[in-house]
């Protein structure tokens, strides 16, 4: 399944000269290597959004106002879920894993990666071989924390709190 996107409608107009400067300060933040910045035929815009339309999958669509656009602030949390993710994966997978089976039960996976982290939970691609087959299947979860996550500390706090209740879970059930 696609992951969620985001339509944004409305209109691109040329950026005056004396906003330029900013502009690029902005986009530099967030990519530092873009050299192509200063080319001469570089052209900077500015989209005022009139309409947010949300795909979020198979029968998940909704819109929001441009005004609601506009007041909305960026996932705190996302700003650096993608370190989280990548540390994760790369350290404790076998503790993602405990957590898709703990919290869904009956789902056994051999693989869970996650791809993406927010104040919300998260979304991990799992792979599980089904009783019927010898070929691996793929798909997403959302799995949310148990309340929402403030700062990098609370993700830690989160994370280690499922996974602590992951872990006894698995030791219970092998003790009976």
Not at 36 to 44: L, M, N, P, Q
Not at 105 to 124: C, F, K, R
Not at 130 to 146: C, G, V
């Amino acid at each position: 399944a696609a992951d969620g996107r985001v339509n944004l409608l409305g209109e691109a107009k040329k950026l005056p000269k004396e906003d330029i400067e900013h502009a690029k300060e902005i986009y530099r933040k967030k990519h530092p290597g873009a050299f192509w910045v200063d080319f001469g035929d570089f052209k900077w815009f500015r989209m005022e959004v009139q309409d947010v339309r949300f795909v979020g999958g198979f029968a998940r669509a909704g819109s929001i106002s441009s005004d609601e656009y506009t007041n909305s602030e960026p996932d705190a949390i996302s700003e650096f879920g993608g370190k989280i993710a990548e540390h994760m994966n790369g350290d404790h997978m076998s503790a993602t894993i405990g957590i898709v089976s703990h919290y869904i039960p009956g789902l056994i996976v051999t693989e869970a990666e996650i791809t993406s982290v927010d104040s919300l939970g998260m979304y991990i691609k799992c792979t599980r071989i089904p009783r019927a087959s010898n070929q691996p299947q793929q798909f997403k979860i959302r799995m949310p924390f148990p309340r929402r996550a403030e700062n990098r500390g609370d993700v830690k706090g989160l994370i280690v709190e499922m996974t602590q209740a992951a872990a006894k879970d698995a030791s219970e059930s092998t003790e009976q």
